[in-house]
Nanobody, 121 residues
Framework: QVQLVESGGGLVQAGGSLRLSCAAS????????MGWYRQAPGKQRELVAAISSGGGTYYADSVKGRFTISRDNAKNTVYLQMNSLKPEDTAVYYC???????????????WGQGTQVTVSS
């Protein structure tokens, strides 16, 4: 079993910054891609940023230049530094990880419980 625990959400004024963290624990052999998704009320969940085990990154156009994703492989942790926040960034942010467990070679997709980010104007 694998657990993803997120932290760092909260309320911030427009233009401010927040840093999200997501720590994976459990029966982890290796972690492939890790990423952050978000879901605003009435909208579909969307991919915000992702990072491969080798450090390659992807960003949604809406956050390029403002958000930075990083990871600490030794700690099985992924981070999302969010700067110049806008009210439209308000959403529940979910951590995602593609994990190979000690149970076998198959990869499984795991999700965190979500953390609320609210940006006031």
């Amino acid at each position: 079993q694998v657990q993803l625990v997120e932290s760092g959400g909260g309320l911030v004024q427009a233009g401010g910054s927040l840093r999200l963290s997501c720590a994976a624990s459990g029966s982890i052999f290796s972690i492939n891609d890790m990423g952050w998704y978000r879901q605003a009320p009435g909208k579909q969940r969307e991919l915000v940023a992702a990072i491969s085990s080798g450090g390659g990154t992807y960003y949604a156009d809406s956050v390029k230049g403002r958000f930075t994703i990083s990871r600490d492989n030794a700690k099985n942790t992924v981070y999302l530094q969010m700067n110049s926040l806008k009210p439209e960034d308000t959403a529940v942010y979910y951590c995602n990880a593609v994990v190979v467990t000690y149970a076998g070679p198959s990869k499984y997709n795991y999700w965190g419980q979500g953390t609320q980010v609210t940006v006031s104007s």
